[in-house]
Structures are given as C-alpha cells and as structure tokens.
C-alpha cells in the first residue's frame, strides 16, 4: 500500500483490524438491520433503548481478545441504520444515556483504546431510520417511508449529520478513522470529511460516505475482482464478519471455516491491503465464545506467518503457478498456498533456482525441495524449483505459508533452458 506521507500512516503499518458491529439489535439477537429486515415496528423496536444495560461490557476484554488475534486497531458501529446513538450526542435523544445503562460507550472505548495506544476508528451509518428528516423513501436499507411524525427534509438531516461528526471528532480524544456506510443517496458533500480531517488529522477516511475518501471497502465475498483496485495502486481494507448470517450478534448463529477466513485474511494483506474482521458483542457487552475462540485461531495462525505479508512487494509474477500468492521482501519470498492444495507438491516454475532453505512458517519445520523436471512437465523438458512433503492433511484447515530465502534471485525469472541433466535436490 502506498504512504500517505503524513499522520494517516499508521493505517499502512498496522494493516490487520479489529470491527465490533454492537447495539440495540444485539437484544433480539437476529440481525443488525433487525428493524427492516424483520418488519419489526418502529413503535416496537425504539423500546429496545429500555432494555440497554450491558452490565458486562468492558473494553479492556475487547481489546485484550483483539491483541490476542494479532489485530493492531479497532473499529466500532457508533451509530448504525437503526439511529440509536453509541455515544453522549446533544443531537438526539436516542443514545444510550438516555438508557438504564446511562453511560458513554465510546467513552470507555475511546479511553482504553488511548491508554494502550490502539488507533480507534468510528462507523456512521449515513441512513438513520430514526432521525425525522432522514428521506427514508423505501431504497436499499431503508424503510419503507418516513419515521411516524417524521418532516423528511435532506437538508436539515445533513446539518444533522454534520454536528454529529463534529461532536465525535471534539469529544473522544484521537481518532484514527471514520467509516461511513450507506449514502443511499450518493449525496457528494466533500466538506464533511474536511471537517475530520480538519479536526482528526490521522484519521483515515473511506469511500462510502460523501466522497471518494482514502481507500475502498470491498465485502465479504461480493466482490468477484476485488483486488483489481489494489493493483492500480489504490488503497484499500476488506471487511469480513466471522459469521455468515449476521454483522450484529445473532443467537443461532453459523461460523465461517477458518480456513475461509484465513484465505481472504491472506490474500488481501499479501497484496498490500487492510483487513478489517468483525464480530458481534451480545447484549451484555461479551463477545460470544464462538466468534471469540475463531480470533484466537486467527491470532495462532497469524502470528506465525505475520512476516509474509508484513512489509514486503506482490510477487506472484515469478511464477507460472496460478494455486499459489507470492510475496517478496528482497531474497526471501514466500509461498502462501491460499487454494485448497491438491497434493503434497507445489511446483513453481519457471522458478529454478535453489534457495539456501525452505522453512514451512506455520510450524517452523523444514520443507524439502527439489530442481527437476517431474514426469508430468515431460513434453517442456524445462526444470523448474518444487516444494515436497507439505503437510496438505494434517494443516487442512489453515492457509500454509513456506519461506524461501535464497542467495540471489533476480526480480524476473527466465525460463531456463531445457535440459534434462539439470537436476538438483537439497
């Protein structure tokens, strides 16, 4: 990813972080857009807010659970589609002070986030399907008309708007990011992120709030190309939930395999971009034992291969090999074997160079390896470098990740010549 050369680079050195989608929705426990997507009654659903005291919510657990992943920055829903307000804002009522809780909640995050030095960023949602002069006309997430005694008037909602960023960005100390969800409207009003980055100099912007932000967002699995922007230089952080039905806390949850969310963890933070991954807290403020043991197989997994995709170069352009991602940090590449292998052999021609060694990264044992030309590259009769014995069984479930470190190799590889007697094994 390419610096900012100013105090947004943080985002370029902690690339791997931490999205906690909580509030009223996590009471009934089905979806975060729990509102429109169950048809639950405006009158009905407000009521929630008399039920919020997550009496066992404490950051410091978060965090402690997000450091254990490997993660080095948080993000959190302050204000999703619902309205309801994470924070202490004189724009509404509609906050949990107003609460048998009663307290800030960005407070206590923002505060422990500080004391450890861990960037915060906020999520704001553009939709609000509680403020009366939202438009809300029946669009993509939005309800179906305006809020009962509600005045649409887009204007006015945006002064809204405005005065909310305004009191997250004086209020709570640093913050490193804002992350803008749903401008239905695609209304473009670039002073808005001006007034953050006039207020919150490090914070990094995306692109789906009033203009084309910092970097791009793609989804879970929406995107069929989603690295495309990546390789024209532009920045982004992918966002994933560990489950599959719900962002909030859902009560009959289903679990993405490791192996799954490993392979986009991978594959994004070897090609130089951000990975943002998110669990759902309960109504209590705990984060269910389910999502919490996936970050701490992540965080296993992670702190063994962090090397390979921390401050190196995309270089999958060395070889011919489409099931396999290189990355490169000067004569050490490494081999991220982000398909489902099919076989216990990589080859990785025309790559044909001998290293010095090859150490599989996620367990810190050798790997053998060989220049040669197999029986099945007979017609080519072109050697070419080959990884044996992987575990493929034994490590079915993870991304493995092979370090190659070798005297010489130059940033293209030519095709050797054919020639059978060229044959070397270490």
Known sequence: ?????????????KQFGLFIHWGLYAIPGWHEQHQMRARAPYDEYVKLAEQWNPVR??????????????????CLTTKHHDGFCLWDSAQTTYNTMNTPYGKDVLREVADACHKRNIPLCLYYSCVDWHQ?????QGRHHELPGPVPGGVPDHARYMEFVREQVREL??????????????????????????LIRSLQPSAVIN????????????????????????????????????????????R?????????????????????????????PRPDGTIPEDSAAILRRIGQWYRTVREAVFDVSPA????????????????????????????????????????????????????????DVPPSEWHANVPSLRLQGLPVNELGNTVMVVRLEFDDLPDAVATPAADATNIHVR
């Open 207 to 250: 692109d789906r709030g009033y203009d084309g932000g910092d970097f791009g967002t793609p989804e879970r699995d929406f995107d069929e190309n989603p690295l495309n922007g990546a390789a024209s230089g532009k920045r982004l952080e992918a966002c994933q939930s560990v489950s599959t039905e719900s962002w909030g806390y859902r």
């Open 57 to 74: 919510f404490n950051p410091n657990s978060w965090l402690d659970l997000m450091e254990e992943a490997g993660m080095q920055y948080l």
């Open 316 to 371: 999958s352009q060395l070889t011919a090999t489409k099931e396999v991602l290189l990355t490169r940090r000067g004569n050490t590449v490494y081999v991220h074997l982000l398909h489902d292998p099919i076989a216990d052999s990589v080859k990785l021609g025309p790559i044909a160079s001998l290293p010095r060694s090859a150490t599989l990264l996620n367990t810190g044992e050798p790997v053998r390896f060989t220049v």
């Open 132 to 136: 009366p002069n939202y438009p809300n």
């Open 1 to 13: 990813m390419q610096p900012f050369n100013d105090l947004r680079d943080w985002f370029v050195q």
């Open 252 to 280: 009959d949850e289903s679990y993405y395999a490791d192996r799954h969310l490993l392979r986009g963890i991978d594959r994004f933070l070897a090609n130089g971009a951000n990975y943002l991954l998110n669990v759902g």
């Open 169 to 194: 960005c004086t209020n709570y100390g640093e913050i490193s990011g804002f992350w803008w969800d749903m401008n239905v409207e695609q209304h473009v009003d670039s002073s808005i992120n001006g």
